[in-house]
């Protein structure tokens, strides 16, 4: 059976790699057959880490919800074929038989604001907590009862020059 959700987040980051004017060449050397280039890539790329999947729970209100945690970089090429950023996104899918169920797709901009600030400060499954005070020595991850993701799958992007996300080339 297809999972749904994860076929809506698969077109809704092709959705996004498209409106960006980006297109995927088929396989070259060093690239995959889907063109995901095999290596982090050249420069800065070459620090993003490799994706990772994982699978947890948060309790809510409602009990407890299990869901599939994804963190990850999908590649834009420009009109030569050339890669020319590496976009990074978490995505966060609830464990459920609804295939009703919505994706929320949340971006955050601005120089060096990524994705993690909304993720971490409101929606996300885990959130950062500072106890009494805002003493960043003392931040912990405790889980968020009121996640986004007891009602809608999440899918955070960092737009490039933001959070992880970052261009192939300085220019």
Known sequence: ??????????????????????????????????????????G?????????VTE????????KLAYTATAGTFSLFDQSGERSAAVFYTAFVAKSNDLGRPVTFVFNGGP???????????VGPRIASFGNSYDGANVRLVDNPETWLAFTDLVLIDPV?????????PD
Do not use: C, Y
């Open 1 to 42: 059976m297809i999972d749904f959700r994860r076929a809506a987040i698969a077109i809704g980051i092709a959705v996004v790699a498209t409106a960006a004017a980006a297109q995927e060449r088929p396989a070259r050397p060093g690239h995959s057959e889907q063109g995901r280039q095999e290596q982090s890539g050249p």
């Open 44 to 52: 800065v790329l070459s620090l993003l880490p490799g994706d990772s």
């Open 56 to 63: 947890h729970s948060v309790d809510t209100p409602s009990g």
């Open 112 to 122: 060096g604001a990524g994705s993690a600030f909304l993720n971490l400060g409101l």
């Open 161 to 169: 020059g933001t959070g992880w996300s970052r261009p192939a080339k």
